[in-house]
């Protein structure tokens, strides 16, 4: 078992795993099981990652093979998750922990809205500026906009309805 799982199940703070690296004298009991609940498990070693030291104990143990492949991916998911919702210390933790990992837990999400285009491989998609896409618009229904400086009250109301129309 990891040590760090050790130490959860001994309700021992993932900071002081120093202490128990080479105990070998505790031995864990019956009483954990992580597949009961693991994203308590997982929120208990997120929420230790305010303290360097529990830092490099996730750090070490996620570079294990040996390390479940499930939990590894319960924690990576919930630090992408937590960025934002948890404590400044514990958000530092986890920029500390992405940054001994090699960038391995952080995942940067870009939502921004793409068009196609045609290429000499192809079609691709090209990620649209939406400040450049926005000046853009303004521009060209400037451009098309009739003058109505001329027009009665009744002649610009009828113009606007029209343009609604033309829009929807």
């Excluded at 649209?128 to 009665?152: C, F, H, Q, W, Y």
Aim: glycine fraction near 6%; hydrophobic fraction near 35%.
């Amino acid at each position: 078992m990891s040590l760090m799982l050790k130490l959860i199940e001994l309700n021992i703070p993932l900071s002081r795993w120093r202490e128990y690296e080479n105990d070998t004298t505790r031995t864990t009991g019956a009483g954990f099981f992580w597949g009961k609940n693991p994203q308590h498990t997982v929120d208990k070693i997120v929420n230790s990652l305010s303290h360097p030291d529990a830092v490099d104990l996730v750090a070490r143990e996620l570079k294990d093979p040996n390390f479940s492949s499930a939990m590894r991916s319960l924690i990576v998911q919930t630090c992408n998750d937590a960025r934002g919702n948890r404590s400044n210390n514990v958000t530092k933790g986890i920029l500390a922990l992405d940054k001994k990992m090699g960038g391995a837990i952080l995942v940067e999400k870009h939502f921004a809205p793409t068009e196609r285009v045609l290429t000499e491989n192809g079609w691709s998609n090209r990620r649209v500026d939406p400040a450049i896409a926005g000046a853009e618009r303004k521009k060209n229904e400037l451009l098309t906009r009739k003058d109505t400086s001329s027009l009665s009250k009744a002649e610009k109301r009828k113009e606007r309805k029209r343009e609604k129309q033309q829009h929807a």
